[in-house]
Structure formats: structure tokens, C-alpha cells
């Protein structure tokens, strides 16, 4: 195709479930969000679209979800990605944007010091994870941008999610984002949507936990708590249906 040296806008559309197919037109990497430069994709469309963009991630069959929250990440070049539209219009793609940072730059490291839970399920050969970020001035509600729902342009066989501290309860969140303060008033809602009779292991990775805080897994069908920031700490589950609604905290 031609080699693009000004800005390039795709018209994007609420059809359908109002997932559309994008991809970077310019054969430069890209600042996805604030956090890898004040001029960002992500940003420049906030008006457009839901403030999240999903990759999917061929070697592991899972989607990759990126928001405002999410640490620096770059689209690498001609990268296609899914955005979900809240209004018709056209996407913006920029000059400004471009950087010429290398692809061996570990873009998706974990530079901050914010207290954040990054859940994992295993079920076979599939594993899937859904994350958790205590931010100041963020709410148990929806905050656009901040919250991620699930990638839902098609049914997979195995989902990890979480729902609303506050509000809607057909949210379906890949990253959550809840006020930096009072953690032990805010009790999660976790879903798992897996095969029935199929054996899930659920594991953690707690980063920054505040002094004198732990972090739990509740199965309320099992009536157990089990601790998950310890080292090597795992929980096993059968799913005797394939949605687990109300189970899990």
C-alpha cells in the first residue's frame, strides 16, 4: 500500500455490537495511552470509543486489553486492534504519535508502584487473567477508560472477569479500576465462564499490597477463603455449570 506521511482517519461505526477492526496505518510504532506520551491514540479518540483497545495474542488464544490505566504500551507497526465505537465518527490516526522507539523495548513491564491484582484461571492449555488497579480519584462505579470490559466480539470458551464493586451487573471487566483507599469495604464480584465439570486453578500476582493487607479468594459454594499473594499460591475449582455467578469474591 502507499507509505502514509500525514495524518490518517478511519471511519468507524456503532453497527452491529459497535466492534470495529482498526489497525496502524503507518510503518512506526505508536503511543497507545498517557502513560507512554501525552499525545496517544488512545486519548485523541476518547470521544469516540470506550477508551480501550484489544490485541489478540495468537500464541497464548486470548485477547490483550489495554486502557488509560494500563502501563506505556506502543502499537507496533501496521498492528491491527479491535475498538468498541460509542459514537460514529472517524478514527484518528496522527503524525504526532509516532515514535521510532524499538520493538526490543519490553513495552508492557511494570514500572509503578501502585497497589494492583493481576487474577489468573488455568483450564488445559488455555489461561486467561483479569486485572485490578487501586487508583486514586477512580470510583467503585464505571470509569470510562479505566474500566475494560471483556473483548466481546465473539463467545469464548473460557472467560475470566470481574463485575462492578457499584453498578451495572452485566459488566463484564478484563481491568477494573477502584479508589485507592478503604480496600477492605470493597468486595469483588470474580466470573468464570468454562466448560461444566471442568477443572479451573486460579493464581495471583499482587504487586505493592499495602502494609497489613492480604489478598483473598472467596469460593462461596465452598464456603472457603484462600490467601493467593503468598508465593506459589494456587486454588483449585470444579464448575459444575458453565457460568459461575455468585460463587467467586
Same mark, same amino acid.
Given at each position: +500500500?502507499?507509505l502514509h506521511?500525514d495524518?490518517v482517519?478511519?471511519a468507524?461505526?456503532?453497527g452491529?455490537?459497535?466492534?470495529?477492526?482498526?489497525?496502524?496505518? &503507518?510503518?512506526?510504532?505508536?503511543?497507545?495511552?498517557?502513560?507512554?506520551?501525552?499525545?496517544?491514540?488512545?486519548?485523541?479518540n476518547?470521544?469516540?470509543?470506550?477508551?480501550?483497545?484489544?490485541?489478540?495474542?495468537?500464541?497464548?488464544?486470548?485477547?490483550?486489553?489495554?486502557?488509560?490505566?494500563?502501563?506505556?504500551f506502543?502499537i507496533?507497526?501496521?498492528?491491527?486492534?479491535?475498538?468498541?465505537?460509542?459514537?460514529?465518527?472517524d478514527?484518528?490516526?496522527?503524525?504526532?504519535?509516532q515514535?521510532?522507539?524499538?520493538n526490543?523495548n519490553?513495552?508492557y513491564?511494570?514500572?509503578n508502584? /501502585?497497589?494492583?491484582?493481576?487474577?489468573?484461571?488455568?483450564? +488445559?492449555?488455555?489461561?486467561?487473567?483479569t486485572?485490578i488497579?487501586?487508583i486514586?480519584g477512580?470510583?467503585?462505579?464505571?470509569?470510562?477508560?479505566y474500566?475494560?470490559?471483556?473483548?466481546g466480539?465473539?463467545a469464548s470458551?473460557?472467560?475470566? &472477569?470481574t463485575?462492578?464493586?457499584? +453498578?451495572?451487573?452485566?459488566?463484564?471487566?478484563?481491568?477494573?479500576s477502584?479508589?485507592?483507599?478503604n480496600?477492605?469495604?470493597?468486595?469483588?464480584p470474580?466470573?468464570?465462564?468454562?466448560?461444566?465439570?471442568?477443572?479451573?486453578?486460579?493464581?495471583?500476582?499482587?504487586?505493592?499490597?499495602?502494609?497489613?493487607?492480604?489478598v483473598?479468594?472467596?469460593? /462461596?459454594?465452598?464456603?472457603?477463603?484462600?490467601?493467593?499473594?503468598?508465593?506459589?499460591?494456587?486454588?483449585?475449582?470444579?464448575?459444575?455449570?458453565t457460568?459461575t455467578?455468585?460463587?467467586?469474591?
Open positions: +500500500g502507499d506521511t495524518d482517519s478511519v468507524i461505526s456503532t452491529g455490537n459497535g466492534y470495529n477492526l482498526v489497525g496502524n496505518p &503507518y510503518p512506526t510504532y505508536l503511543y497507545g495511552n498517557p502513560n507512554a506520551d501525552a499525545t496517544n491514540l488512545l486519548t485523541a476518547s470521544s469516540l470509543i470506550d477508551g480501550t483497545i484489544w490485541f489478540w495474542d495468537s500464541d497464548n488464544e486470548l485477547w490483550v486489553t489495554k486502557n488509560l490505566s494500563s502501563n506505556a506502543h507496533q507497526p501496521l498492528q491491527g486492534f479491535f475498538v468498541k465505537t460509542i459514537t460514529a465518527g478514527f484518528s490516526f496522527t503524525e504526532a504519535m515514535t521510532h522507539e524499538s526490543s519490553p513495552f513491564k511494570t514500572t508502584s /501502585r497497589f494492583e491484582i493481576d487474577l489468573s484461571i488455568a483450564s +488445559g492449555k488455555l489461561n486467561r487473567k486485572s488497579r487501586y486514586d477512580k470510583t467503585t462505579s464505571f470509569d470510562n477508560g474500566d475494560s470490559n471483556i473483548f466480539g465473539y470458551e473460557l472467560e475470566l &472477569y463485575g462492578l464493586v457499584d +453498578g451495572n451487573a452485566s459488566k463484564k471487566l478484563a481491568i477494573q477502584l479508589p485507592n483507599e480496600y477492605e469495604d470493597m468486595i469483588i470474580v466470573g468464570v465462564t468454562a466448560d461444566a465439570d471442568s477443572e479451573i486453578i486460579f493464581s495471583a500476582e499482587a504487586l505493592n499490597v499495602p502494609t497489613g493487607y492480604k483473598f479468594l472467596e469460593d /462461596r459454594l465452598k464456603s472457603t477463603f484462600t490467601r493467593l499473594d503468598e508465593v506459589n499460591a494456587k486454588y483449585t475449582a470444579t464448575v459444575t455449570d457460568s455467578e455468585g460463587r467467586f469474591f
